[in-house]
């Protein structure tokens, strides 16, 4: 099969999918979809409570440590490598920064639920 044609078949079928999805969803809101729902009760209060930011801050404390955990998943293979001291060098650097890290952050309350 020629490229420009399996170039012409994707952006058809693609197309067309596009087209398909505006098309079939019915979008006719009416009162009783748009209102809340509270296990048959009428809502108590409002539904837009505002988020404490400290959940927001811990949840990027997690992403980071994560990101920052990833950086050792090849250790294992890097210690087969010419220079392992290199290697377990850079190990130990991460490791000592994201210790210094969580003990910086816990000694400022970063990490505390409560004031």
């Known amino acids: 099969m020629n490229l ?4 012409i078949i994707t952006t058809l079928i693609s197309f067309i999918l596009m087209l398909v999805s505006f098309w079939l969803p019915q979008m006719l809101p009416d ?3 748009l209102s809340p729902y509270e296990c048959g009760f009428d809502p108590l209060g409002t539904a837009r409570l505002p988020f404490s930011i400290r959940f927001f801050l811990v949840a990027i404390l997690f992403l980071l440590f994560d990101l920052e955990i990833a950086l050792l998943l090849p250790t294992p293979w890097a210690i087969n490598l010419s220079q392992p001291t290199t290697t377990m060098m850079w190990t130990s650097t991460i490791i000592t920064l994201l210790t210094a890290g969580l003990i910086y952050e816990w000694v400022q309350g970063g ?3 409560a004031e």
């Open 4 to 7: 420009m044609l399996m170039l």
């Open 111 to 113: 990490l505390d639920w």
């Open 31 to 33: 009162m009783e979809k």
